[in-house]
């Protein structure tokens, strides 16, 4: 039984770990589409940031 546990808990942790491996988005920047703009225009709802093309995956604030 303890054996099962300690694997539930590595499996969990490997889940998450990976989970979060694959997503850069950082919390505080939030994505919009803005069509009124073009078809591919993305506005950060957070700090204002802009970017054309796909959903930026990185924050693009300016430091």
Do not use: H, K
Not at 14 to 39: E, K
């Amino acid at each position: 039984m303890p054996i099962l546990l300690i694997l539930l808990a590595v499996s969990v942790f490997l889940y998450l770990w990976l989970s979060r491996r694959n997503s850069s988005l950082t919390r505080a920047c939030r994505w919009r589409l803005d069509r009124s703009v073009a078809p591919d225009f993305w506005r950060c709802a957070a700090c204002g940031a802009t970017a054309q093309g796909d959903e930026p995956r990185d924050c693009l604030r300016q430091q």
